[in-house]
């Protein structure tokens, strides 16, 4: 599965380079609501991830030749779009803050534990979950579940020993289900 | 979780990033270790149902797609000819490139060094002739100063007869004789 995957990316990858635009397009439409998702949870701002995302896909263009194939097509463009991200908090100095009213704001959203979730809620609740994580936790985490990125190339990615990228996908996990809980969701059936 | 070294190892199990070896080993271990694998079903779990594209994802607005496309197709066009090609030949390109320009300005400079060098030497080789030239001249000019003086001493001497001291009348002399 994950090989055709690599393989069906590659070919699109060609096409790209070969100036195809149904390559581009083909890829940007495949990956672009994790990168999107990865910028918005990163940031917490749907503009600045608009930005964000185009130059992300900008920047993937400009140096596809840098592209090494032996890696996957997604872990190098979430590796474009961490880069972006560090350099939009470099240069706005922007301080991410964690939004202190998202336990007061899911509470009320659940009558009752089991009450069965709607999607839409169910999205809702994991997201807030994931936005009280700390930027560093949440950035591993993100990159591991949407980027699908393996944890050797977070470390490199983040520029740290594995057992830390490790270390803090565990805390990330171990607090998401600690808001989950307080949110009435105790772990999956 | 009572093993906690193996919390890690439930991660790069998960992420496919553990050798045939440390798959093994950790499977089986898993066989007898009911807290290891109840966190691995319970990661698992999550991962199909919470950590899904669809939950954690976003979707962008039509505008910025069309948008990011339209960029995204310019951007492509303005990648020249170089950009399809394999980086070694970018890089052979770029290093010869840098070679001969290298070598062109090198060779400038040591042409312009060697051209100021020898217009030193003539500019010596000048000086010298010039101070030998001027030496002669200057002994050429002392003997014509000597006979201009003597020329002027005989004009003077010519007016002074005929029309008084020109020295302390300050008067201009004029030749009525021959106009």
Known sequence: MQQNQTSDDQHLFD???????????????KYKNRVFGFLVRMTGDREIA?????????AALRNADQFDRSRSFLSWLFGIAHKRTIDFFRHAKVETEHKSDAETAVGSK???PDQQLSDQNLRALINEAVETLDPLQREVFLLRELG?????????IMDCPINTAL????????????ELKKRGIDGVQ | MACSNLEETVLLYSSGELSEKEKKSFESHMSICDECREEFDSYRREQERFFTCDVLGEVPSKDVDKEILRVCSDARKKVTGLGNMP?????TIYSLTFFVVGFVVVGYFAMNTEQSKQSNLNVVLENELFDS???SQKQNDNTAIINDSDSLNDTNRFFSKNRGNLDQNGVIPVDLKNK
Do not use: H
Request: hydrophobic fraction near 40%.
């Open chain 1, 167 to 178: 270390g803090r996908m565990r805390l990330a996990l171990k607090n998401i289900r600690k």
């Open chain 1, 15 to 29: 096409l790209w380079l070969k100036g195809d635009p149904q390559g581009f397009s083909g890829l940007y439409d």
């Open chain 1, 110 to 112: 659940i009558d009752a």
């Open chain 2, 133 to 135: 030239t001027n030496n």
């Open chain 2, 87 to 91: 980086v070694f030949l970018k890089k």
């Open chain 1, 148 to 156: 699908g990125v393996p944890f050797k190339e977070i470390a490199k």
């Open chain 1, 50 to 58: 608009e930005d964000l995302l185009q130059e992300t896909f900008l």
